[in-house]
């Protein structure tokens, strides 16, 4: 079942998510709609909060990338097969030089811009068979990963652009929180709902 994303103003996506609960027999289904949603949106990655769930789950299919220009080989092997579930998961560590990349969010249609993060990260979670999982990942696939991260701790890649650039783009967020903005997928604004 493909959900409505939850848009940029929303208050989901400002808090902290909390643990997933294993033992919840509906978790299938919502990892099961979450691909469809993710999918149907033609994103990379999808977190629990963005369909309104504040839980710590999100998902990753990183294999679009493979096309892109500029990546090792080493990182086309990773990306090719970056398809995973990620539940409970915890950032061990975070290592290496700060780099900029232009990222975009399904919450936030409207905006793309470069964000700085680390290389490297290190990461605890469960798989989608609740099996324990420690994976170190460099480049997009860590980028990738770092961005759903921030999600479940209620943290947006715009909250990460400087000051003036936030201010820059004010106008574009107020219209994307109250909906006016044509996105080619489902999406609920919480600004547009209280106003009527
Ligand atoms: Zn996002």
């Known amino acids: 079942m493909i959900l409505p994303i939850i848009a940029y103003g929303s208050n989901v996506l400002k808090v902290k998510a909390s643990p997933v609960d294993i033992e919840d027999r509906n978790l299938n289904k919502l990892i099961a709609d979450m691909w469809e949603t993710m999918y149907n949106a033609n994103g990379v990655g999808l977190a629990a909060p963005q369909i309104g769930e504040s839980i710590r789950l999100f998902l990753i299919d990183a294999t679009p990338f493979v096309n892109d220009e500029g990546l090792s080989k080493k990182e086309v092997e990773v990306l090719k097969n970056f398809k995973r579930v990620f539940i409970n998961p915890k950032i061990i560590n975070e290592n290496g030089k700060e780099w900029n990349f232009t990222e ?44 759903e991260y921030d999600h479940i701790e209620g ?7 400087s000051p003036l650039k936030k201010r820059l783009l004010k106008g574009k967020l107020n219209n994307n929180s109250k909906g006016n903005i044509k996105p080619d997928y489902k999406m609920l604004f919480s600004a547009k709902k209280k106003r009527k």
């Open 104 to 147: 975009g969010c399904l919450s936030i249609p409207n905006i793309r811009e470069d964000v700085s993060r680390k290389e490297e990260i290190t990461i605890h979670f469960l798989d989608e068979q609740y099996k324990e999982q420690t994976l170190t990942l460099n480049g997009l696939a860590a980028r990738v990963v770092q961005h």
């Open 155 to 161: 943290i947006l890649f715009t909250d990460k652009l």
